[in-house]
């Protein structure tokens, strides 16, 4: 039995706030929004981390990174963008289902430095 949060997420199991979707890849708000716009993006294969990734899943994977950071840029405006992966407990990663964290920045009143 699957209970990655995430795989729920792309069966429509769990609902989410969609920013972008194809065939290969789904992208949504984070639940929890360090900024407005917080967007995590993930294959739509079950890949644990990094590590497990392989060459045709991250072809696809990274293919989509650009357009979904324009559809963030048209959608919320912001003046920069942090594009974050974290891979391994230890390296702050909570959901184990492979994602990056698409984080856009608005000056100093996002908070962040
Ligand atoms: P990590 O710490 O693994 O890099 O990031 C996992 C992210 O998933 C966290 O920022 C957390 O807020 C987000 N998250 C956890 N559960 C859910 C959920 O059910 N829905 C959404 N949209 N985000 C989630
Ligand atoms: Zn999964």
New binding site residues.
């Given amino acids: 039995m699957n209970d990655c ?2 795989c ?2 792309i069966e429509g199991e ?1 609902p ?2 969609k920013v972008y979707e194809n065939e290969h890849v789904m992208a ?5 929004q ?1 900024t407005k716009g ?1 967007t ?1 993006v993930i294959p739509k294969v079950h890949r644990e981390n990094l590590y497990e990734m392989d060459p045709e899943t991250a072809r696809n994977y990274f293919e989509a990174v650009p357009e979904i950071a324009k559809a963030i840029k048209a959608e919320f405006d912001p003046v920069g963008l942090n594009l ?3 891979n391994g407990e230890l ?6 289902h492979f ?1 990056s ?1 698409l984080i856009p920045r608005y000056g100093k009143s996002d908070g962040l430095g």
Wanted: without cysteine; neutral net charge; charged residues 10%.
């Fill in positions: 949060i995430f729920k997420i769990i989410a706030a949504f708000l984070d639940i929890s360090v917080h995590l974050i992966n974290n390296a702050g990663q909570t959901v184990f994602h964290h």
